[in-house]
């Protein structure tokens, strides 16, 4: 199949279209006409919708002084989404050092590039936000927290010339010390969640769940989701990535109107029918079901 078109700065994937039109004794009329490609990524697979976890522990010395350790975990329900979807990040911060930190979340891109043997590497930042700041001995719970993806191309894994990943990092900013993080990997594709996706990764997120309703009949399928060339444009694209550098500012908000139109069904239960004889009064038939000789 065909790569994903692609802007980078420091390479691109680009598709044209080159026609040509010869006319006895008359210059010849070239035509060339650019178009976009691209590669469809259904997040409704079972390996986009399994649950992406970590956790991870750092305790800080300072000479022959050991401080208590500082611990992260984090969780969110699926590995593949689509722009304008929001990530509900499940995190657990305990500081039990003696310095101030502040948990943090943010969503790279990764750009790598292929050519004669060698390789460059490019990350930027898509979008990120920040918690509030710990003291020595408080904990931090994030049930939920909400990280928008802004609009950004989708994943590009099967070209051999570029390569565009992306990953989800939940770290802890400790002052001066290395920060403690967790890199969870991402896949932006571009078919939505659909309400059976949502379902099978619900179930396998959260255990178990009444399946008492799968003997009523089903709805048809939902049509087919709208392509992302409709809802991401290149110039969201584009005006979505922020460079490497603006990482440490996380107060900037980073605009973006919601894309990803997901259908949703709503199942209703079956009526209630009840044994007592909602018209009792009415008469009866006495008559005997078999008829006397």
């Known amino acids: 199949p065909l790569a994903t078109s692609f802007e980078g700065r420091h390479g691109s994937v680009r598709y044209w279209v080159k026609a040509e039109l010869h006319r006895p004794w008359l210059l010849p009329v070239k035509l060339k006409k650019e178009f976009t490609v691209f590669e469809h990524i259904d997040i409704n697979t079972p390996s986009l919708l399994s649950p992406q976890a970590g956790t991870k522990e750092k305790t800080l010395c300072c000479w022959f002084c050991t401080s208590g350790p500082i611990s992260l975990s984090a969780k969110i329900e699926r590995k593949g989404y689509t722009p304008g979807e929001s990530i509900q990040i499940f995190a657990e911060i305990e500081n039990c050092s003696s310095r101030v930190v502040v948990p943090k979340a943010a969503i790279y891109q990764t750009q790598a590039f292929y050519a004669k043997g060698k390789m460059k590497e490019v990350k930027q930042l898509v979008a990120n936000l920040r918690g509030e700041s710990l003291s020595s001995g408080k904990t931090e719970t994030w049930n939920g927290k909400q990280l928008k993806i802004p609009p950004v191309s989708p994943s590009i894994l099967d070209c051999s010339i570029i390569r565009v990943e992306y990953s989800l990092m939940v770290y802890v900013d400790i002052p001066g010390a290395m920060d403690l993080f967790l890199n969870l990997p991402l896949v932006i594709g571009t078919i939505p969640l659909h309400p059976f996706g949502s379902r099978t990764s619900s179930v396998s997120s959260q ?20 392509s992302y060339a409709e809802v991401v444009t290149e110039e969201q694209r584009q005006s979505s990535l922020a460079p490497l550098g603006a990482c440490d500012d996380f107060e900037r908000a980073l605009p973006g109107p919601l894309f990803a139109y997901i259908q949703e069904f709503r199942f209703l239960p079956p009526p209630l029918y009840s044994e007592i004889d909602p018209n009792p009064d009415q008469p009866t038939d006495d008559r005997p079901s078999c008829p006397s000789r």
């Open 207 to 226: 255990g178990s769940m009444n399946m008492n309703w799968l003997g009523l009949t089903l709805p048809e399928r939902p049509e087919a989701p709208p």
